[in-house]
């Protein structure tokens, strides 16, 4: 296996002066080629040990989307160094757990207040450890000096390379830490699955603080020598100007961020002449939105499904079915199954069970916390995902949401994504979430909190509308009408937000 920071170094030499990143927004603007892109990571290599960073040092960086936070994720993995991303949304009680939780060597944050939402005070880093920069004039002068030589870290497959928190659904964020070797089987998987090409030309509008950013979009198309168009924000005028004018080929989003680019080009149906390949995960993808994505720009969305722990395990294929609702197959080298959480046992093929995973994509484990680490394993060596799923006759997988989401109510267990699903169909109802709430008669009430269109539906209306489709313990009991739903970074309604603002 040619690791990343490997190939990364190859391409580097091999295509000194294609461009790496065009950086078309923001405070950066212009080409990075990917010779100077190595030069500057080296650079940031030797800085990063100026200031005592070593080999599995956690580096934080909570910066906004910019050249700089990719000179420094790169500086320091090739260094042996664990690079720390963070999101620079983050509260100051935020930061302080993370930064003791990780123990990062430094924490590298913006000093130039025009382009952060600065804490009202600095988190609690040790003196010496927190370092401001104006990214601007660092990446500027990251990309002016000399590289120096090699600092020659000795990287192997099980070598630590980038830690990232994730969401924390269920209690305090943990850190998952990734080796070399699975992002590497990651990135090649993911390659042959999408035939990512060195002529594609990716544009890239999420965060870097995140796997589906940073992982699967920036470094899916660093491994083969691609172009990444990077936007400092979603902004969906600009997203569908440079999909219509532009000559990128490739377009990963959220969700959320198809809704957004379809609200923004209305009842058009536009053409997007370079495009190959669009892509969705991080969420559901609502069948009514995979829908309108084909009508109105013109492509079948590749729905895939990954987590930060495992990167992407499914994907719908790119010459094949790709169905609406479904998140495809194994990418070759991952083995899935479905596991019935009361027996322990494989279910049946189109019985709902938790998702397992095996593999060489898998992370290393949770940041000096063994005991959970040991939890999320089974003795055979299969991760448990925690999610909920089914594999149909065709081998294709349907997600069915959280296990900790899962609602029973009268003793009967139901999935909040189906009613989430059939709810959605009903014109009267412009986003909507389900989940359980405590109830005297059924322990868990099926509760659907609805943000209604223009018109707001009547109640009955929608009760009427899920009996239609669903059997009648499954048709929630309450409805609670809200104006928005609490979302998290990557557009994820957040269930415990959800239900905690509820009496
Ligand atoms: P994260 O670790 O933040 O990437 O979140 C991973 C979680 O997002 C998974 O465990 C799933 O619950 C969810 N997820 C990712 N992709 C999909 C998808 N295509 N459909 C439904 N849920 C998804």
Redesign the pocket.
């Known amino acids: 296996m040619t690791l990343f920071v490997d190939r990364l170094r190859e391409t580097c030499h091999d295509m000194a002066f294609k461009p790496a990143l065009v950086l078309s927004d923001g405070p950066d603007v212009g080409q990075v080629s990917y010779g100077t892109l190595l030069s500057s990571a080296m650079a940031t290599s030797e800085w990063l040990s100026s200031l005592g960073v070593v080999q599995r040092d956690r580096v934080a960086v909570c910066l906004p989307k910019c050249l700089a936070a990719i000179q420094l994720h790169l500086g320091a993995c090739s260094m042996g160094a664990i690079s720390l991303p963070l999101n620079p949304a983050y509260s100051k009680p935020e930061l302080d757990y993370l930064m003791r939780d990780s123990e990062a060597k430094i924490l590298v944050v913006e000093s130039n207040p025009g382009l952060t939402n600065e804490p009202e005070s600095a988190p609690a880093v040790p003196a010496g450890r927190l370092v401001p920069i104006d990214t601007l004039s660092f990446s500027a002068s990251m990309l002016r000096r000399d590289p120096g030589v090699d600092c020659g870290a000795k990287i192997v497959p099980s070598t630590p390379a980038l830690m990232?928190y994730?969401?924390g659904t269920t209690g305090r964020p943990k850190g998952?830490c990734m080796s070399h070797g699975s992002l590497t089987a990651n990135m090649d998987m993911l390659r042959d699955a999408w035939q990512w090409n060195v002529d594609d030309s990716l544009l890239h509008v999420l965060p870097l603080f995140?796997?589906?950013g940073l992982l699967v979009a920036l470094h899916g198309a660093l491994h083969v020598g691609a172009t990444t168009v990077l936007h400092s924000r979603f902004d969906a005028a600009a997203t569908v100007r440079d999909l219509q004018g532009g000559s990128n080929t490739v377009f990963m989003g959220v969700p959320t961020v198809y809704r957004r680019i379809l609200a923004e080009i209305g009842d058009a149906r536009i053409h997007l002449p370079a495009v190959r390949l669009l892509t969705?995960?991080?969420?559901?993808?609502p069948v009514e939105v995979f829908r309108a994505i084909e009508r109105h720009l013109g492509h079948t969305v590749v729905?895939?499904?990954?987590?930060?722990?495992a990167g992407i395990m499914?994907s719908n294929p790119l010459d094949g079915r790709r169905v609406e609702g479904q998140?495809g197959v194994p990418l070759e080298g991952v083995q899935m199954r479905v596991i019935d959480p009361s027996t322990g046992k494989p279910t049946p093929r189109g019985t709902v069970g938790e998702l397992q995973t095996r593999g060489p994509h898998l992370f290393l484990g949770y940041w000096r916390d063994p005991s959970k680490t040991r939890a999320s394993f089974t003795d055979d060596g299969w991760f448990r995902?925690?999610?909920l799923g089914q594999c149909d006759e065709n081998g294709y997988y349907e997600?069915k949401?959280?296990q900790t989401d899962l609602i029973i109510s009268g003793g009967m267990n139901v999935y909040p994504?189906e009613v989430e699903h059939v709810l959605a169909g009903h014109p009267g109802v412009a986003q909507c979430a389900v989940a359980g709430l405590p109830d005297p008669e059924w322990g868990e009430a099926v509760t659907a909190f609805v943000v209604p269109g223009p018109k707001r539906p009547e109640e009955s209306d929608l009760i009427h509308h899920c009996r239609a489709s669903l059997a009648p313990y499954k048709a929630p009991k309450r409805f609670r009408f809200v104006q928005n739903l609490p979302r998290?970074a990557?557009g994820?309604v957040q269930k415990k937000a959800l239900l905690a603002t509820s009496d």
């Open positions: 990232l994730t969401s998952a995140h796997v589906h969705s995960g991080s969420d559901r993808l729905e895939r499904y990954g987590m930060t722990e499914l998140v995902t925690g999610d997600i949401g959280r994504a998290n990557m994820k």
